[in-house]
């Protein structure tokens, strides 16, 4: 069964205070691996896909890599508003299902 | 322009009762699904249709039932509500890998 681990479960950063996020995961074939932003009270919005080890994508003030056991979301120089919790998620190759990670909660103070 | 939209946002209902939650999606996708967002915030697949045909069908109890009357819709019927139901339940829909969700329903059964 596939599964995905996130670490730490909670971040609390300065604004400007760059970290990362962490996501291990473990899956048969991997056909993508997905990042999602989730705010309180709403649904998870995409962010990311990436395919395969040494790929990178980058928006704004986040960028994803991806190797064979993990991947990561770099926040640079954070700011207020990108605190929230940020969701990790695999699919297998020619399943249609994402299996996610239990989220890195990021409050970022000004 | 929600891309897609569930009704209700929140449920409140009493143990026993049969409730249903609506899904619609404008994306032109082929595939929905149906998550639940427990207290932890974990998502965990439960249902999916591809074309109005059930393609993902998790260890969910037999009290839920999805239908999907076209495409663009997916709707959730559960029987005999039970406490363990309150939960988040999200609908998303996906073309190829990226899933969009909804912004979700907040089912509390008292």
């Known amino acids: 069964e596939d599964q995905v681990t996130q670490s730490p479960e909670a971040l609390r950063l300065q604004e400007g205070e760059s970290s990362s996020l962490n996501c291990s995961y473990t899956?048969?074939?991997?056909?993508?691996l997905f990042w999602y932003r989730q705010d309180p009270g709403k649904g998870p919005e995409f962010l990311f896909t990436?395919?395969?080890a040494g790929e990178e994508k980058e928006k704004e003030r986040l960028k994803a890599t991806l190797t064979k056991k993990e991947s990561f979301l770099h926040i640079t120089a954070p700011k207020p508003e990108d605190s929230a919790t940020y969701l990790c998620?695999?699919?297998?190759?020619?399943?249609?299902?994402?299996?996610f990670g239990a989220g890195t909660t990021v409050t970022v103070r000004a | 322009d929600t891309a897609v939209s569930q009704t209700p946002k929140y449920l409140v209902t009493q143990m026993g009762n049969d409730k249903s939650i609506k899904c619609e999606q404008n994306?032109?996708?082929?595939?929905m699904y149906w998550y639940k967002q427990d207290s932890k915030k974990f998502l965990k697949i439960m249902f999916s249709?591809?074309?109005?045909?059930?393609?993902i069908n998790e260890t969910v109890p037999n009290r839920f039932s999805p239908k999907s009357p076209d495409k663009a819709h997916l709707n959730l019927h559960i029987n005999s509500l039970e406490l363990g139901d309150s939960a988040v339940y999200f609908c998303?829909?996906?073309?190829?890998?990226?899933?969009?969700f909804g912004p979700g329903t907040r089912l509390t059964v008292l």
């Open positions: 990436l395919y395969s």
């Open positions: 994306l032109g996708h082929d595939t």
């Open positions: 998620a695999v699919q297998a190759t020619g399943d249609y299902k994402l299996s």
């Open positions: 998303a829909s996906s073309l190829r890998g990226e899933q969009f």
């Open positions: 899956v048969s074939g991997l056909r993508g």
């Open positions: 249709y591809n074309n109005k045909e059930l393609i």
